[in-house]
C-alpha cells in the first residue's frame, strides 16, 4: 500500500533507506524534518510507540537482524506514545508493523512496514458493540410474550418502589433500605 511507511533497516539497526512517502511523513509526525537515512532505528520509533510496546519491537528487530531467515512477521495493533490523558480521550494511535528480511548485495537487512490502523480498530470496536446491541434487541424480541410481560411489570413496580422512596426523605438508615 502507498500509504504504509516503508523503511530499509540495516543488520546495525540504523535505517539504509527509505521507500515511501509516507516514511518521510513518518519524520514530519516526531517533529523533525531530518533524513531519516542513517538515523537510528530506535530514535525513529521510541517517540512514535509506547514504551511498553517499543522495547520488545526492537529486541525482536535486533534478532531478527541476527538470523535474518525467520518467517515474515506482522505485529498487529501495536499502541503508540500517548498520555494517560490521550489515552482516555480516545486518542491513542495504533500501528500494524511488519517485518520482512531483505537479502540485498550489501548482506542481510530488514524490510519494516508501518501502517497506522487507528481508524479501523476504532471501527471494529464500533461494530462488534453495534453487533452486541443487535444480538441483545434480537433477543428480546423473541422472548415469549407472557415472560416479557413479566418482565416488564416487575420492572414498572421496582421503578414505581424506587421514585416513591425519592420522594419520602428517610431521616434513619434502617427506613433509607
Known amino acids: ?18 521507500f515511501t512517502e509516507a516514511a518521510r511523513v513518518l519524520a514530519g509526525k516526531l517533529g523533525d524534518q531530518r533524513d531519516l537515512v542513517g538515523a537510528p532505528l530506535a530514535d525513529i520509533l521510541q517517540p512514535l510507540l509506547a ?12 534478532a531478527l537482524t541476527e538470523d535474518p531467515t525467520d518467517a515474515p512477521e506482522t505485529f498487529r495493533g501495536v499502541e503508540g506514545a500517548a498520555s494517560a490523558a490521550m489515552r482516555a480521550a480516545g486518542e491513542t494511535r495504533y500501528y500494524d508493523i511488519s517485518l520482512r528480511p531483505f537479502i540485498a548485495d550489501d548482506g542481510a537487512s530488514l524490510l519494516l512496514g508501518i501502517r497506522d490502523v487507528t481508524h479501523r480498530l476504532q471501527m471494529l470496536r464500533a461494530n462488534e458493540n453495534s453487533r452486541i446491541a443487535h444480538t441483545l434487541a434480537l433477543s428480546v424480541l423473541r422472548a415469549s410474550p407472557p415472560a416479557l410481560r413479566s418482565f416488564l411489570a416487575e420492572a414498572l413496580s421496582a421503578v414505581t418502589l424506587l421514585q416513591s422512596l425519592q420522594r419520602v426523605p428517610a431521616r434513619l438508615v434502617d427506613a433509607f433500605r
Not at 5 to 17: E, N, W
Not at 55 to 60: E, S
Open 1 to 18: 500500500r502507498l500509504d504504509d511507511a516503508l523503511l530499509l533497516v540495516g543488520p546495525d539497526l540504523h535505517v539504509r533507506a527509505i
Open 51 to 62: 514504551p511498553q510496546a517499543c522495547r520488545p519491537l526492537l529486541q525482536h528487530l535486533q
